[in-house]
Nanobody, 126 residues
Framework: QVQLVESGGGLVQAGDSLRLSCVAS????????MGWFRQAPGKELEFVAA????????FYADSVKGRFTMSRDTAKNTLYLQMSSLKPEDTALYYC???????????????????WGRGTQVTVSS
């Protein structure tokens, strides 16, 4: 079993930056692809970013490309999402997730992820 805890969310103004963290426990996640997703009120879960098990091949949703950067620290079993130039439309509950299988390349489809955190709220005011 893997437990994931996200943190770093908050209330910021448009144009500000935030760094989200996702700490994994229970098992090392160094051999698993990981992803970030978000869900705004009344909307479906949306893919944000994903990275392969070895940290390579990171890819992003078009809506955040060039503004968000995903990284991972395998020694700390931690995933990060650096968000800059935040917009009101980035307001959502942000989740991190761990892939179902080892040595994956990451995917934008939520059904491919087995473990999920409870999320951290990001609110961007205009």
């Amino acid at each position: 079993q893997v437990q994931l805890v996200e943190s770093g969310g908050g209330l910021v103004q448009a144009g500000d930056s935030l760094r989200l963290s996702c700490v994994a426990s229970g098992r090392t996640v160094s051999t698993y692809a990981m992803g970030w997703f978000r869900q705004a009120p009344g909307k479906e879960l949306e893919f944000v970013a994903a990275t392969a098990w070895n940290g390579g091949g990171t890819f992003y949703a078009d809506s955040v490309k060039g503004r968000f950067t995903m990284s991972r620290d395998t020694a700390k079993n931690t995933l990060y999402l650096q968000m800059s130039s935040l917009k009101p439309e980035d307001t959502a509950l942000y989740y991190c997730a761990v892939d179902t299988a080892r040595y994956g390349r990451g995917t934008r489809y939520p059904t491919n992820y087995k473990y999920w955190g409870r999320g951290t709220q990001v609110t961007v005011s205009s």
